[in-house]
């Protein structure tokens, strides 16, 4: 059974910055996918950033230019930079992963971005 653990989501106040965790509980390699979804209040689910096992990456919509998503191949664990947060950033973070048969999902980590 995979696990995806997420972990690093907290309160912090509009321009700053927090770094989210997904650690797995087997190599990452064995996804073609890992990505970040997020989940605000009242709202659907949606892609923030992903990442392939071959090194690409997509950010959507305002997530560009402010995030970065990346991993630590011998921890089995992807990152999420989050820079010059907004309060409309503010939801619930899943990570996301991929594989040929299967779709797994964490937890969630809430990040709140307010004054």
């Known amino acids: 059974q995979v696990q995806l653990v997420e972990s690093g989501g907290g309160l912090v106040q509009p321009g700053g910055s927090l770094r989210l965790s997904c650690a797995a509980s087997?190599?990452?390699?064995?996804?073609?996918?890992m990505g970040w979804y997020r989940q605000a209040p009242g709202k659907q689910r949606e892609l923030v950033a992903r990442?392939?096992?071959?090194?690409?990456?997509n950010y959507v919509g305002s997530a560009k230019g402010r995030f970065t998503i990346s991993r630590d191949n011998a921890k089995n664990t992807v990152y999420l930079q989050m820079n010059s947060l907004k309060p409309e950033d503010t939801g619930v973070y899943y990570c996301?992963?991929?594989?040929?048969?299967?779709?797994?999902w964490g937890q969630g980590t809430q990040v709140t971005v307010s004054s």
């Open positions: 996301n992963a991929v594989s040929p048969t299967v779709n797994y």
């Open positions: 087997q190599s990452i390699f064995s996804f073609n996918v």
């Open positions: 990442l392939t096992t071959g090194g690409a990456t």
